[in-house]
């Protein structure tokens, strides 16, 4: 298990999707895939992830929100999403929705929650048409106590991870490393050099063939000072 010290609980559901226990007691789910996830333990599928509190979602890619429709629907959390998600899921009924932009804030309960860019793609498959969910987008998450976590979701390496180190000073990053869809680990590197993090924790990998960046080879390329924190699906870092 690794460790932060400081009240706060992450749980790897595999590739994008985590659980975060805020140290004021809330639940966090971020990009919910479970159910189709081959990487996602069995324990967490269906009725799994339960005391959700709040559902974040970067983008509209089905292996990040292939379970948000059923994940809203029997937690009752509330969904905070770019816009046109939240528009779609209101229309599905899914009443209990936030919809924001970047460059945004939301507060709740303790918690800010800021919406930042990122470089990719959101459209999702439904019977047979993509329909245009808007942005991709990742998250600064401000906890309870002031610690700061950074969900890049999935994107490129862009510049302006700068300002977003200058803005948020974030604790911890969650940067996706597998290549191909997203940046691998010599990006992810840069990544790590703009946003000024000291611990990093990989995801979007090894649930696919093609999805060939791994932690170790993010060590190859990060500075030593730069921790990476790296668990399998189901693991913790708390």
Known sequence: MNVLNNGVRLTWLGHATWLVDSPGGKRLLFDPWTDGNPACPDQYKGAGCAGIDLILVTHGHGDHMGDLVATAQRTGAQVVAIAEIANWLRAKGISNVTGMNKGGTYATDGLKITMTNAVHSSGFME???????????????????????YDAGDTAVFGDMALIAELYEPDLALLPVGDHYTMGPREAAKAVQLL???????????????????????????????????????????
């Not at 993509?130 to 991709?136: A, K, V, Y």
């Open 196 to 238: 000024g993090v000291k611990k990093v924790v990989p995801m979007h990998f090894g649930t696919f063939p093609v999805l060939t960046g791994t932690p170790d080879l993010c060590r190859s390329t990060m500075p030593p000072d730069v921790e990476i924190l790296e668990i399998e699906p189901g693991g913790t870092i708390s």
């Open 127 to 149: 019977d047979g048409r993509l329909i245009d969910l808007g942005d991709p987008a990742g998250f600064v998450v401000e906890l309870e106590n002031g610690f700061t976590i």
